[in-house]
């Protein structure tokens, strides 16, 4: 498969962070990858490649040089499972008149009116009973089939509906599933549904995470196919570059790690988010599995680099104006390395000075953002990251319009630039 039709494949599979999670260790498994899990003694040979499945929707991967005596130089890209969608309440069924409809919460910033008259499906892992208590019977589920939609209201009951609209959470992203008449409601709603497509008992299912996601499929897009129109663009684009890079890289004499972490877009701060302990933690057992003594591990660890990889703002272009004034990046002209004084991206000349010269060597292009002085923009996880593992750190990604839309914009030649450019952070020696 290219390197186009890897992604489109991610971006119609990975539709719930434990999706993404469950599409990426097959890729890795196929490449040779062997499971590990924090709960259990390691045994690393020379060479190896491993993984790690932390709590189903974070995962870790690392391959090790040949030569047990080169296993310091560590170093990490990181990038996020999760994004932007609405996700599914307990005790989800909701009967309004004759109609079936399921009550939702939003996961993350999306722009709410995006979702609006899209074909929806529904992602992620349910928790059925079992027979023993602390071990519930998970099951992953992916719909596939537009179940939900969200409809507009006609402009004919909303004249000023071009002025801008203020949508209410709880009110006005309700969807909708069918019909659920007064003496056959039970069965015409959700639950009942998800059960059915489960093959277990309504009453069995204990708790579930949910995932509404945009059912559309990904399109090249433009007058020369230029451009790629697709839901889930933040942050897939840099889980592929990354997968494939660690996949692609020629051996050197240095651990690579990748970490894909969930809960960016609430913050980080969870068990398997950026802002958890994990990632030391993942060294810390890598370098003491290899041999190392407390002491080495510590030094080694600071011998480590963390290219965080998150996307970027392209200039929109009917909104220049929302752009910085001599940091303009666009479509199309290769990926862009992020700054902020504020630390929101984390800005370290030496560290950004490393990825500058990886592009210059091997003709990556590359670009620099930066937010407009008085649009205080987003963040991401490499600030988080970097303050639990102190080591240099750089944040790239490839520019993006419409992020957090529904359906998000990029430009094809972008991906070419972003996998060079993780792909040689691990190569080069
Ligand atoms: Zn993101």
Not at 76 to 85: L, R
Not at 119 to 134: I, M, Q, T
Not at 212 to 221: D, G, M, S, T
Not at 362 to 368: A, D, L, R, S, V
Request: charged share 25%.
């Amino acid at each position: 498969m290219t390197e186009l039709e890897q992604l489109f494949s991610l971006l119609e599979e990975g539709t719930s962070p434990f999706h993404v999670v469950l599409h990426t260790a097959r890729q890795l498994e196929k490449q040779g990858f062997r499971e590990l899990s924090f709960g259990q003694s390691w045994k690393l040979s020379p060479g190896g490649k491993y993984y790690v499945n932390h709590h189903g929707s974070t995962l870790f991967a690392f391959t090790l040089p040949q030569v047990k005596e080169k296993m310091g130089n560590i170093r990490i890209a990181a990038a996020h499972t999760d994004f932007p969608c609405i996700r599914i309440k307990p005790n989800p069924d909701v009967k309004n008149a004759a109609y079936a409809q399921v009550n939702v919460e939003m996961y993350g910033g999306a722009i709410l009116n995006t979702w609006l008259d899209r074909p929806l499906s529904v992602a992620g892992r349910v928790a059925v009973k079992s027979d023993r208590v602390f071990e519930p019977d998970i099951r992953f589920v992916d719909i596939k089939k537009p179940v939900f939609t969200i409809p507009n209201l006609a402009i004919h009951m909303n004249k000023d509906v071009n002025k801008g609209v203020e949508l209410n959470k709880q009110v006005d992203m309700i969807p909708l599933f069918g019909m659920a008449e007064e003496n056959v409601a039970e069965e015409k709603q959700f639950l009942s549904y998800l059960a059915k497509e489960l093959k277990v008992k309504a009453e069995d299912i204990l708790e579930f995470e949910l995932y509404i996601y945009c059912a559309e499929k990904p399109l090249f897009v433009g007058g020369e196919e230029e451009f790629i129109s697709s839901p889930r663009l933040d942050n897939l684009t840099s889980v592929q570059a990354l997968v494939a890079a660690l996949l692609e890289a020629e051996p050197r004499n240095g651990i690579n790690v990748i970490a894909l972490f969930d809960h960016e877009e609430i913050g980080s701060r969870t068990k398997q988010g950026a802002g958890s302990l994990m990632l030391n933690e993942l060294l810390d057992k890598i370098l003491l599995c290899l041999g190392a003594d407390v002491l080495a591990v510590k030094e080694m660890k600071y011998d480590s680099m963390l290219l965080s990889v998150d996307v970027a703002h392209a200039l929109h272009p009917n909104q220049m104006g929302k752009m910085d004034i001599t940091n303009r990046p666009m479509l199309n002209r290769g990926l862009c390395i992020k700054e902020a004084c504020s630390q929101s991206y984390v800005t370290d000349c030496e560290a950004i000075a490393v990825v500058e010269q990886i592009c210059r060597e091997k003709e990556i292009p590359y670009q620099k953002f930066v937010n407009r002085s008085d649009i205080p923009g987003g963040g991401t996880l490499g600030s988080i990251a970097s303050a639990l593992l102190p080591v240099k750190t750089v944040d790239i990604g490839l520019p993006l319009l419409a992020m957090h839309s529904a359906r998000e914009l990029m430009g094809k030649e972008d991906m070419k630039a972003l996998d060079a450019c993780v792909r040689e952070f691990f190569q080069i020696s």
